[in-house]
């Protein structure tokens, strides 16, 4: 039995979502967006206290920089970059022939220079450091934009393009890891208030390859991600709806982020999965959020 399929279909069927025909790649409906901005809402109402610069970029990015990030080094899998036709009358008659003939016309695409953003955080690094030395307190960001993951699944909770809010810390590893505890027992407690049931545990990234498991073993045993897990397709293997992750200077060398003393900055991110909180809602109440019980629409429409 495919339960995924049948939280899917169920979706597609009420109209939530909207099959385009590719796994992961889905409209919303109205009820959905609205789950979502509430959500959004709520978030602003646990963070927006502590004075987050509030950025927001595409959800493509630099190419030049993402191929700086080092993210095909780890994760080659899940990037997605953008082509374009960039040829003259002659290549329009080829490129016209080919979708004519249900010929391959893609490969005389260009590779443009952006590329899709797999997080949303993964912009701010280099604008960080182009701001020069930071202040003595750091810098906190508060972002969200559509990513590309290319993880095509029938499991609704893994899509293609999804939304991420996040917050961002810049600073002493102090500041830093006082930032990613504060969300450690935010995240818990925003969840209850959703009437949803969840559990943190230490994580790690799909790192490609063989070289990528050591990485994934050593981000595990220094507890450097942890997510919150919220059942959404099965009890078993919950899904990660937050993840908490402590990347130690790793960005700060790389992009060259200093403090006053020359130190490297330490970073840290919170990221909220919108769309797989949005899942875990209608997984959990039900698919029509008026009939939801009565404190969770308290909490979210006040
Ligand atoms: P997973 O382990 O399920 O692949 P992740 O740990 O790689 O997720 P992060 O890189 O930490 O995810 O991304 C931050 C948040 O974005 C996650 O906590 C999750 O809620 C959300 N997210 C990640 N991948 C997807 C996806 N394919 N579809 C929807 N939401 C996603
Ligand atoms: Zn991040």
Not at 62 to 80: C, D, I, T, V
């Given at each position: 039995m495919c339960t995924q399929c049948d939280f899917r279909d169920a979706l597609f069927a009420k109209g939530l979502l909207i099959d385009t025909g590719i796994d992961g790649l889905y409209g919303r409906s109205g009820v959905f967006e609205d789950v979502i901005a509430r959500f959004d809402d709520l978030i602003t109402r646990f963070g927006g206290g502590d004075g987050a610069d509030i950025v927001r970029f595409p959800p493509g990015m630099n190419r030049a920089l993402f191929e700086k990030s080092g993210y095909l080094k780890s994760f080659?899998?899940?990037?997605?970059?953008?082509?374009?036709?960039?040829?003259n009358d002659a290549d329009h008659a080829t490129l016209l022939g080919k979708l004519e003939g249900h010929e391959d016309w893609t490969q005389d695409q260009k590779a443009t220079d952006i590329v899709l953003a797999p997080a949303a955080c993964y912009p701010l690094y280099p604008v960080?450091?182009?701001?020069?030395?930071?202040?003595?307190?750091?810098?906190?960001?508060?972002?969200?934009?559509?990513?590309?993951?290319?993880?095509?699944?029938?499991?609704?909770?893994r899509m293609q393009m999804f939304r991420m809010r996040e917050y961002v810390?810049?600073?002493?590893?102090?500041?830093?890891?006082?930032?990613?505890?504060?969300?450690?027992?935010?995240g818990p407690k925003l969840i209850a208030c959703l009437?949803?049931?969840?559990?943190?545990?230490?994580?790690?990234?799909?790192?490609?390859?063989r070289a990528g498991r050591?990485?994934?073993?050593?981000?595990?045993?220094?507890?450097?991600?942890?997510?919150?897990?919220?059942?959404?397709?099965?009890?078993?293997?919950?899904?990660a709806?937050?993840?908490?992750?402590?990347?130690?200077d790793h960005f700060g060398s790389l992009w060259g982020i200093v403090r006053a003393d020359g130190t490297t900055a330490h970073t840290a991110c919170v990221g909220f999965g919108m769309e797989r909180v949005a899942l875990a809602?209608?997984?959990?109440?039900?698919?029509?959020?008026?009939?939801?019980p009565a404190g969770v629409r308290e909490t979210l429409w006040g």
């Amino acid at each position: 039995m495919c339960t995924q399929c049948d939280f899917r279909d169920a979706l597609f069927a009420k109209g939530l979502l909207i099959d385009t025909g590719i796994d992961g790649l889905y409209g919303r409906s109205g009820v959905f967006e609205d789950v979502i901005a509430r959500f959004d809402d709520l978030i602003t109402r646990f963070g927006g206290g502590d004075g987050a610069d509030i950025v927001r970029f595409p959800p493509g990015m630099n190419r030049a920089l993402f191929e700086k990030s080092g993210y095909l080094k780890s994760f080659p899998q899940l990037a997605g970059t953008i082509h374009s036709f960039d040829g003259n009358d002659a290549d329009h008659a080829t490129l016209l022939g080919k979708l004519e003939g249900h010929e391959d016309w893609t490969q005389d695409q260009k590779a443009t220079d952006i590329v899709l953003a797999p997080a949303a955080c993964y912009p701010l690094y280099p604008v960080v450091a182009r701001l020069g030395t930071l202040p003595d307190d750091g810098r906190l960001y508060d972002l969200q934009s559509y990513c590309f993951r290319r993880e095509p699944s029938t499991d609704p909770a893994r899509m293609q393009m999804f939304r991420m809010r996040e917050y961002v810390r810049i600073g002493t590893p102090e500041q830093v890891t006082e930032f990613r505890q504060t969300w450690l027992e935010r995240g818990p407690k925003l969840i209850a208030c959703l009437g949803l049931p969840a559990e943190l545990d230490v994580a790690n990234d799909p790192f490609f390859g063989r070289a990528g498991r050591m990485l994934a073993n050593n981000q595990r045993d220094q507890k450097l991600k942890f997510e919150l897990l919220i059942p959404i397709e099965s009890t078993e293997k919950p899904t990660a709806c937050l993840s908490f992750n402590y990347h130690q200077d790793h960005f700060g060398s790389l992009w060259g982020i200093v403090r006053a003393d020359g130190t490297t900055a330490h970073t840290a991110c919170v990221g909220f999965g919108m769309e797989r909180v949005a899942l875990a809602l209608f997984k959990h109440h039900g698919l029509d959020p008026k009939a939801w019980p009565a404190g969770v629409r308290e909490t979210l429409w006040g």
